[in-house]
């Protein structure tokens, strides 16, 4: 289990639920965050067309939390219902979770309302659609998409799939054979929109010539700032949507881990160097400046750092995951938390200074991210 000295529960060492600045007055925002809300209050869009909530619902580990317990399933129903009562339309997935079995909750939880929500869900291993065994490597191949697409359709119990990201890119697979297949699928119906998850830039380059890329899906929070460089500049460019998976630091941007913290075997936040005792202790800097501000806007630093990420652009979209009813209600509430511009500004500069120790990561699962595509024959 995970063991937190200090802390009674994961997120709740902070100020009260019943406190938050729910009336928070929004002075000034940028022009892009203008427009955004001229769109619809609470919603952003997704490449060209595509209406989410400004927060989604990460269920990944509905299916298995990080310290390997097993949720009861019919808790993690229940709050994928109060998400959608409060307002959460994006529920993110994939076929690796489980595997299939997160798939198969959001599938029996959202069946009732289900053509009001949007689902993303994501494809890319080497993974047997009948028996659930993982084989070697990724498997990208266009017959392979196919056959995954049809079988996640019964496991999501819809006859559609809103948003389908590939998971990894496939190095073994040209990208816009990828894309061509997806393309199929769209014309189909079974498939609405697509994405990419941790690609390299090229990549997306390339899938976009063939077919409007939606979102990028990456690892981006205050404790992971990389996509800062690159892939946001991209994603403006392009006019795709970015969709930020651990937008609360897998906890640690919560509260939830501090330097007493001690992870369970099977846990891969333990295997993370940014965890490690020698570099937690610089880290918990971070902590300490998102205690200041939560206390300065009458929120929890959980808040803070999704408000972070919402304001940077309108189309930024953070999906944290929960497994917990208290901390997923928490997680909505974050939008109605809001900086001025000058708030901002001031928390980056505080921000910048903070040198994070260690990395994200590791190593053998980084080196699938920032992946390119072969060039087709």
Known sequence: ????GGLAAAGAAFLPLDSLAKSAVLKSRGNDNKQQEAVNPGKRKLGKSLEVSAIGLGVQNMSRTYQTTIPTRSEMHKIIHAAYDNGVTLFDTAEAYGPFESEKILGEAVESFRNKIVIETKFGWNIDQQTGRWLPGLNSRPEHIKQVVEAMLRRL?????????????DPQVPIEDVAGAIKDLIKEGKVLHYGLSEPGLQTVRRAHAVHPVTAIQNEYSMLWR???EQVIPLCEELGIGLVCWSPLGVGFLTGAIDASTRF???DIRGNESRFSQENMSKNLALVDLLKIWA???QATIGQISLAWL???????VPIPGSTQMAHMLENTGAGDIKFTDQEYAELNVQLNAIQISGERLPAGVQALSNVEAPRKS
């Open 295 to 297: 206390e300065r806007k």
């Open 264 to 266: 369970a075997p099977g």
């Open 226 to 228: 990389g996509p800062e």
């Open 1 to 4: 289990m995970l063991r937190n």
């Open 157 to 169: 119990r819809t006859d559609r799939i809103d948003l389908l990201y590939q998971h990894r890119v």
């Open 310 to 316: 919402l304001y940077k652009k309108p189309w930024i």
